[in-house]
């Protein structure tokens, strides 16, 4: 898996890290069992500073979606799957909030949002593809 901070951002880089692996994770580009880059592998490859990635794999740890072995690595864990569950929803969620805060901007009625994305949801979901229910 390949890293990309923003040194621009607002968003500290180690959380810019946390929130890759979170997506990685969703994605099914990083499973359980994966290992990470090492600390200084990472560093080298973003170009940051040691200790700001060591922040983003101590938040990761805390969240329990890596292990770090001493000696050996770090790796996704067991839990990360329950993580990365609640993030695809994290993720869903923010993006409604953002659809609705533009349609307020914009003067859309709540009923003309409802049909709208009623019908994008039509047309994006077949019968056989429903969405997982993440409530």
């Known amino acids: 898996m390949r890293f990309d901070v923003d040194i621009t951002s607002a968003t500290p880089i180690y959380a810019q890290l946390v929130a890759q692996v979170k997506r990685a ?12 880059p090492s600390l200084r592998e990472l560093a080298a490859q973003l170009r940051v500073n040691p200790l700001t990635v060591a922040r983003g794999y101590r938040e990761l740890e805390q969240l329990g979606i890596i292990i770090t072995e001493r000696g050996r690595g770090s790796y996704v864990g067991a839990q990360a799957q329950v993580q990365s569950e609640q993030y695809r929803c994290e993720a869903v969620e923010q993006a409604i909030d953002n659809l609705l805060q533009e349609a307020h901007r914009l003067g859309v009625s709540a009923s003309a949002v409802q049909e709208l994305l009623a019908a994008r949801i039509k047309q994006n979901y077949s019968k056989s593809e429903e969405p997982n229910d993440h409530e």
């Open 25 to 36: 994770l969703a994605t099914g580009a990083l499973r359980e069992g994966e290992q990470m």
